[in-house]
C-alpha cells in the first residue's frame, strides 16, 4: 500500500493553551478596549452629541450581527451546530414567536432612545459614517466568504466584550447620569450572552482547528474583525474631531 506523503517540515499544531495565549496576546494590543475613542468615553470626556454619534453608528453594527450570523449558520454541517449558533440570531431580533420586543435590536433602539434619539432616525440609518459601513461590511463580507472555521473565530472578540461592557455600564453611570438608566439594559443582558457565545465559539475553535495552518487562520481571523471594530471607532473619532462639539453641548 502507497503511503500518503508526510510534510515532516509542517509545523506542529499548538496545544489549545497556547492558541488562547496567543489570541489574548493579541487582544491586549489590539481590541477595541484601548482605543481612544473608547478611552474617552470610560473618563466621562465624551460630549452628548459624541455619545450620540456612538450610539447611532454601532446600531449599524448591531443590525448586521443576525445577518452576519445567518452567514455563519448557513456554513455549519450538523443540524446540532445549527440548533446551538440560530439562538444567536433570536438573541438579536428576538424570539420567533415574538414581536422582537425582547431581542438585543430593540434594546439597542431603547438605548438610543435613552440618549435622546429617535428610533426612526436610528432606523433610517441616515448618519452612518461611511468608515463604519465600509467596515461593518467588510464583517459581513468576511463571513459571507470565509471557511465555518475562521467566521466563527472572527466572533471570539467577544471573549473581551463581558469586561469591557462592564466598564462601560460603570462610566455611563457615573458620568453620564443624563441617559435613562433603563438603555444601558443591553449591556447589562449582554454580558452573559457575550460570556456563553464567546465560549461556546472557541470550543468549536478548539475542535476544528486541527494544523497550526488552522490556526493561524484563526489568529488572522481574530486580528482581521479586532481591525473592524477600530475601524468602526477610527471613523467616529474622527467625525467627533471634525464637528468639533462643544463639552456641554
Ligand atoms: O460593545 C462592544 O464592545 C461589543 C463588542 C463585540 C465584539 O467584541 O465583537 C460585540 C458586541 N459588543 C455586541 O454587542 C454583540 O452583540 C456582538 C456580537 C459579536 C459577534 O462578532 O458575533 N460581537 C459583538
Redesign the pocket.
Known sequence: MVMPAQDVSAPLPWPDSVLDERLHTLAERRY?HRHPFNLRMHEGALTRAELRLWVLNRFHY?RN?PIK?ALILAKLPSRELRRVWIRRIHD?DGAPDGDGSDG?IERWLRLGEAVGLDRDALLSGEGVLPGVRLAVDGYVGFCRTSSALEAVA??L??L??PE??ATRIAAWERHYPWVDPEGLRYFQV?VGQ?RR?SEEALALVHAWARTREDQERVLAAFTF?CEV?WALLDAVEKACELSGAAPDD
Request: charged fraction near 25%.
Open positions: 477595541h448591531q450581527i450570523d438579536h438585543g472572527s466572533s472578540t467577544e473581551y466584550a469591557l461592557m449582554r457575550g457565545d474583525k471594530l
